[in-house]
């Protein structure tokens, strides 16, 4: 199920964003930029619609996907 941003809290919204950013789970982790700038660019892509939280009933857990990773999921 995708969360619209709007959905969360300005905290929550930051605290899922910078675990993503932290946990190895983004493409962005090799990149020489601060915290900030990581978690700025990550959500950019959350309000510009290229990146989607997920919300996954099984694991009752949250990760950010891109379109594409998530049509994967539910084939």
């Known amino acids: 199920m995708i969360i619209p941003v709007s959905a969360l809290e300005p905290a929550t919204l930051r605290n899922l964003i910078e675990n993503f950013v932290t946990s190895g789970a983004s493409d962005i982790e090799h990149l020489d930029w ?6 700025q660019h ?17 694991s009752e857990s949250c990760t950010i996907l891109t379109l594409d990773q998530w049509q994967e999921m539910n084939k």
């Open 42 to 58: 990550v959500e950019r892509g959350l309000r510009a619609g290229s990146l989607y939280i997920v919300f996954d009933e099984a």
């Open 34 to 39: 601060t915290l900030e700038d990581k978690v």
